[in-house]
T-cell receptor, first 114, second 112 residues
């Protein structure tokens, strides 16, 4: 049973296209996240949703739009893809429990923009 | 703001050698500290954690102690194996936010 799953695992597309990445968690968590890992392995948070409400929105271009249809899903839609969007995108989830928010990560989606 | 500084890699060791990967942090409040591991081609896995000063996190032979006085959370293992080859990330999380702040990662390569 996969706790946090992402689809697709690999995504190759051309500049200017619009694409979506999907994330689902079956842990019953109430908070989900998107992180971006660049070619140097640096990880940075992009967005976070708690109970379908956006709670973290880092400095990310407007071309990126997260959508949370329910607590178990957090999708990432990217418009007008650019070369610099090439990266590995990780979804994560956690359950708020006091002040400790252990996060569980998905396997990642490797996006390549040509 | 919060930040995490890790030693630059790659770190190359022979099997059974002692491992130390340094991690220091800057944070407001009292953060929880984590080590995550990323094996080749995979996502991140939580390796160990510590939620308050002097706590020691441990898992799979790895250990790290939360040192508030030196703002450090160094990762250690007494005897590394080839299967430990991976990228290791130090991270922190404060009680007022739900986002992890990661270090830049340290690649460990263990050879026979």
């Amino acid at each position: 049973d996969t706790a946090v799953s992402q689809t697709p695992k690999y995504l190759v597309t051309q500049m200017g296209n619009d694409k979506s990445i999907k994330c689902e968690q079956n842990l019953g968590h109430d908070t989900m996240y998107w992180y971006k890992q660049d070619s140097k392995k640096f990880l940075k948070i992009m967005f976070s949703y708690n109970n379908k409400e956006l709670i973290i929105n880092e400095t990310v271009p407007n071309r990126f739009s997260p959508k949370s249809p329910d607590k178990a899903h957090l999708n990432l839609h990217i418009n007008s893809l650019e070369l610099g969007d090439s990266a590995v995108y990780f979804c994560a989830s956690s359950q708020r429990n006091g002040t400790f928010y252990e996060q569980y990560f998905g396997p990642g989606t490797r996006l390549t923009v040509t | 703001g919060n930040s995490v500084t890790q030693m630059e890699g790659p770190v190359t060791l022979s099997e059974e050698a002692f491992l130390t990967i340094n991690c220091t942090y800057t944070a407001t409040g009292y953060p929880s500290l984590f080590w995550y591991v990323q094996y080749p081609g995979e996502g991140l896995q939580l390796l160990l954690k510590a939620t308050k000063a002097d706590d020691k996190g441990s898992n799979k032979g790895f250990e790290a102690t939360y040192r508030k006085e030196t703002t450090s959370f160094h990762l250690e293992k007494g005897s590394v194996q080839v299967s430990d080859s991976a990228v290791y990330f130090c991270a922190l999380l404060t009680g007022t936010a739900s986002k992890l702040t990661f270090g830049t990662g340290t690649r460990l390569q263990v050879t026979l």
